[in-house]
């Protein structure tokens, strides 16, 4: 579980944990809460601290979790730039922003998926969610390198499945919506957002609207689904 230092990346994990799975908590941040958080709830889980844009370290990461558990079944791919983002029009985005949005988002992803891919083929079986955007079918403004990386998080899925197909592996993607996380709490921009009238339920998402999500593609409830996108976001872009 990548992004699981805070917000709907804690939620994942917990819920993963609270359905018996045994959770490697990772984020560039601190991941420590986490663990205590499944731990009290009489879970099993380790943190570690990985930059997901460094191809060593996530394969040190990987390695380590195999060590660990002896084997990795699911990969939640969250981590991402977003919280921390200002809106702002394409044309005064610079380079090195978008670069590292697409350094973080897309490529982040891409290391992640190729370093637990071997172990997965082992047993012929794995499962991966790569975690997109909402943003990537409603374009939304001033964000054009966020929805960017997430329309090429949903693009790499596609070919992924495709190319992982004979090794059983699925791969799929979420689209959550804008989601009330800790990270955008108190944060006017997002508190007032006219984002929630836009939506068939009318009200904020929360990160546990997107637990079930997760639970469903790793489980073998969905082994016959592969390269789709789920939009969780309440009804606002159907997809």
Same mark, same amino acid.
């Given at each position: 579980m990548t992004g699981a230092g805070r917000g709907i990346g @804690?939620?994942?994990?917990?819920?993963?944990?609270?359905? /018996?799975a045994?959770?490697?908590?990772?984020?560039?941040?601190?991941?420590?809460r986490t663990v205590d958080i499944i731990q009290q709830q009489g879970g099993e889980a380790i943190g570690i601290?990985?930059?997901?844009?460094?191809?060593?370290?996530?394969?040190?990461?990987v390695a380590e979790t195999v060590a660990k558990f002896g084997k990795v079944d699911v990969l939640v791919n969250n981590a991402a730039v977003f919280a921390d983002l200002n809106r702002s029009h394409f044309m005064d985005i610079t380079s090195d922003a978008w670069d590292k949005v697409m350094s973080v988002n897309t490529r982040g992803v891409f290391e992640c998926v190729k370093a @637990?891919?071997?172990d997965m083929?082992?047993?012929?079986? /794995?499962?991966i969610i790569n975690i997109a955007s909402g943003t990537v079918f409603k374009g939304s403004p001033g964000l054009c390198h966020y929805v960017a990386s997430k329309g090429a998080v949903i693009a790499m899925t596609r070919v992924m499945a495709r190319e992982l197909g004979d090794d059983n592996i699925c791969v799929n993607a979420i689209a959550p919506g804008m989601t009330m996380s800790e990270a955008l709490e108190g944060r006017d921009e997002y508190e007032n957002s006219a984002t929630p009238g836009t939506r068939c339920f009318k009200r904020h998402e929360q990160p546990e609207d997107l637990t079930g999500a997760v639970l469903f593609l790793a489980s073998g409830e969905s082994d016959f689904m592969t390269g789709q996108t789920m939009v969780v976001d309440?009804?606002?872009a159907m997809h």
């Open positions: @804690v939620a994942y994990a917990k819920a993963l944990a609270a359905e /018996g045994r959770v490697c908590a990772t984020d560039i941040r601190d991941t420590q601290t990985c930059d997901v844009t460094d191809a060593a370290a996530v394969a040190d990461l @637990v891919v071997p083929r082992k047993r012929g079986y /794995g499962k309440g009804g606002a």
